[in-house]
């Protein structure tokens, strides 16, 4: 079963997620007090990222892969702005957890077997993957 491209994705779901990096994750190497700022700069996207993926299950047709690519190239934006404002670690935290969410879409748009769908998001999952690099 797909984690984030369903159609009642939630807040809750995101912030599982969010967490699940930050606190079991063997990547995030940050003192403890500066996990709850990370985690807040983090969970405050979910409703954007909600938003990336709602024209694929409200339209129909092509134009919806269409419109959810526009989003997902305006989304991706969004974070690379939002996230070079970040310092050190917390940067590098902010960008290694978009390319996970990158790993985790690329896990459902399999699952789903939707090939426009496989391919609308494979631009946007290059893009998240390649955030992480933005962090060095």
């Known amino acids: 079963m797909p984690k984030i491209l369903l159609p009642d994705f939630t807040s809750k779901d995101f912030a599982q997620i969010v967490d699940s990096f930050l ?6 190497s940050l ?4 996990l709850v700022p990370l985690r807040e700069h983090l969970v405050k996207w979910d409703k ?3 938003k990336v993926f709602q024209p694929y299950f409200e339209g129909k047709g092509n134009e919806r892969y269409e419109t959810l690519t526009q989003k997902m190239e305006d989304f991706t934006n969004q974070l690379l702005e939002y996230g070079t404002k970040l310092q050190g670690q917390e940067k590098k935290s902010f960008f290694l957890f978009w390319s996970e969410m990158g790993s985790i879409i690329d896990s459902d ?4 077997q939707d090939t426009y769908l496989r391919n609308s998001c494979n631009y946007f999952i290059w893009e998240l993957t ?3 690099k933005k962090s060095s």
């Open 31 to 34: 003192p403890a007090g500066s």
């Open 48 to 50: 954007q990222l909600k």
């Open 23 to 28: 606190f079991m994750d063997k990547v995030v």
């Open 109 to 112: 748009t399999a699952k789903l």
């Open 130 to 132: 390649k955030l992480s």
